[in-house]
Structures are given as structure tokens and as C-alpha cells.
């Protein structure tokens, strides 16, 4: 069988080399005598992937990316021109997006997951308050609320554009969901998300934490894939957050969340590895949150493995020794 090979972003700055924030885990894949090559992500972000994969070899054979988020119709691109170049992605577009946007996933985490419903979008234009009222009712009609886009959240900008604290006040509603879509632009993924917001754990004892998680980055090319991350109303700090990588179904790494690499967490994976076999792709993150109350660890966000970030410091050998074993 054929060693799957790693693709990075390259350096804007100088193409021969990997992207500095990705520059580490090159390293440490070539000390585990694994080969890596580089993709313009730019290219890639524009719909220029048959550019993007130049520096590919023809028939290199197996394939993973470990790089910056990119749309889902971006990463059926980034497939279609490795597949014309011999070379194959084992995540596929259709697994992609099933991970990495949350209606490809909600249905196998629905009852782990706080409730969520959405609203579909063919462009950057807000709901209409019927689809509001009637998301508003399926979870619930009452009681808060976090609003994002299939991917990503503002949690940055969370009294604005991500909390809602009433969910039968539909004029405030509209309003955090339209000042939501204003600002995400051209950058909003697939839709409007509300999610139940949910009292999460922060390091520091119990706090009041919105379940706002992301998968995506920040920048009009999109950051570094996260899978969760919340931010309680008052700015008071983050939740007490796990980030697991599961590879076929098996975690290959536990570890803190990026945005608090230095946190100790022991998430309890009872019930997660079932669903995660169920949803059925080859390489992903979930981001798991434990309840303020003590009743238990909810998943806050599913992520594709490809384009979720990895937390400083952690030491990532058995997650990259697995890719390029698998």
C-alpha cells in the first residue's frame, strides 16, 4: 500500500517553502520519514485549483491536506484537480463537507450537541422574520440563543452579532442575525444557524458559556480550521474545552482546545465514538464542552481533521504518524 503523502499551504511569501503556521508540523513529519507537498491556498480559495496543485507530483497516490479552511465547493475543486493529477484526497468532497459544515453532521450528534435549527442561504442576504419565527419555534420559541453560519461564529462579537438572550423577542433576533449577516459578507458559509445556548464549565469554576462553536478561522481566505470555541456574554473568559482527533473512528489525540493550549482537560468519551463511527468520516475533530451544572460533556462542534487547529505546544507525533500510516 501506498504512503498517503501531506499537503501544506505554501509561504505566500517564498512557494518552496510550507506556510509558518503549518511549518512546524512539516518538520516533525519529515523526522517521522514522512513526504509532504505544498498547494497555493489562495488559488485554491479562488477557484483556481488546477494552478493550485502544480507543485503536486503527478500519480503521488494518496493524499492528505492538513492546511486553512476552505469552502466546501473549494475543496470538491481541490479534489476534482488532485484526482486529474493521479492523486487522491481520503477525506472526499462529500465526507468534507459532512464534517465541516453543521448540517452534515447535527443529525448524528442531535441529543449530544445543543439544539440547533437553520436556514439555508443562496447568498448574503438576512432571513425574512417568517424563517426566523419558525426556527425560533423549533427550538422552542423561548430562552437564549447563538447565531452563526454553517461554520463560524462572531463570538468576538458576541452582544452584536452572536447572542440573542430571548429567543421569543424575534425583533432582537433579527436584529443579531442581520447584523451577523451584514458583517460575515461574502464569507457566510451555507446559511443562518440558531443554536440553544448552553451553561458551559471555564477553567476557573462554573460560568455562563454560549455554545458558539467554530470551524473556521478568521479573514476573507479563512483561518486556520477550528472545530469549537465559545465566549461567555460578559467576555469573562472560555470555556473548559477538549478538542479530540479521531481517525476511523479511534482518537489518535486528546488534548485543550488551540485558543487554551495550556489547559488540562479529561473529557469523558463514553457516548462520542459511537457517533463518531456513525458519521462516517475517515479524519475529524470534535471540540467537547463540560456542562456548568456537572451533568456531563456535550459537543459543542464537529470539524473535518484536515483544517482544525492543533494547540500549541501539544506534541503531535501519533496524530501525524497515523495519517501517514493510515
Excluded at 26 to 46: I, K, N, S, Y
Excluded at 109 to 117: I, Q, R, Y
Excluded at 182 to 204: D, H, I, M, N, T
Excluded at 221 to 250: F, I, P, S, Y
Amino acid at each position: 500500500m501506498p504512503v498517503p503523502s501531506i499537503l501544506f499551504p505554501a509561504d505566500p511569501l517564498n512557494p518552496r517553502r510550507p506556510d509558518p503556521h503549518f511549518a512546524w508540523e512539516a518538520r516533525l513529519l519529515r523526522e517521522l520519514g514522512g513526504e509532504h507537498h505544498l498547494v497555493d491556498h489562495d488559488a485554491l480559495f479562488t477557484g483556481r485549483a488546477g494552478e493550485a496543485v502544480q507543485r503536486v507530483p503527478q500519480d503521488d497516490g494518496p493524499l492528505w491536506y492538513r492546511g486553512w479552511m476552505l469552502p466546501s465547493a473549494r475543496y470538491a475543486e481541490f479534489a476534482a484537480a488532485l484526482a486529474a493529477r493521479g492523486g487522491n484526497l481520503l477525506t472526499s468532497a462529500p465526507g468534507y463537507a459532512a464534517a465541516h459544515e453543521l448540517p452534515g453532521w447535527y443529525g448524528v450528534f442531535e441529543g449530544a450537541t445543543p439544539p440547533s435549527a437553520w436556514i439555508p442561504s443562496d447568498g448574503a442576504a438576512a432571513p425574512s422574520p417568517a424563517e426566523l419565527a419558525d426556527a425560533a419555534a423549533r427550538l422552542g420559541g423561548s430562552g437564549p440563543a447563538i447565531v452563526k453560519d454553517y461554520v463560524k461564529s462572531r463570538k468576538h462579537e458576541w452582544d452584536e452579532a452572536c447572542y440573542v438572550p430571548e429567543l421569543a423577542d424575534l425583533e432582537t433576533v433579527g436584529r443579531v442575525v442581520g447584523r451577523f449577516v451584514e458583517r460575515q459578507g461574502a464569507s457566510l458559509a451555507g446559511g443562518v444557524v440558531l443554536r440553544r445556548y448552553e451553561e458551559f464549565e471555564r477553567a476557573g469554576g462554573p460560568g455562563a458559556e454560549g455554545a458558539s462553536g467554530d470551524a473556521g478561522g478568521t479573514g476573507g481566505t479563512g483561518g486556520a480550521g477550528g472545530a469549537g470555541g465559545t465566549v461567555d456574554a460578559g467576555g469573562g473568559g472560555r470555556a473548559l474545552e477538549a478538542r479530540v482527533w479521531w481517525l476511523d473512528g479511534r482518537p489518535i489525540l486528546v488534548g485543550p482546545h488551540p485558543d487554551a493550549p495550556h489547559r488540562r482537560v479529561e473529557p469523558d468519551l463514553t457516548d462520542v465514538p459511537a457517533l463518531v463511527r456513525r458519521l462516517g468520516c475517515r479524519f475529524v475533530t470534535t471540540d467537547l464542552a463540560s456542562r456548568a451544572d456537572g451533568s456531563g460533556w456535550r459537543v459543542v462542534e464537529v470539524g473535518d481533521g484536515q483544517v482544525s487547529d492543533l494547540p500549541r505546544g501539544v506534541d503531535a507525533s501519533g496524530l501525524l504518524a497515523s495519517l501517514i500510516a493510515a
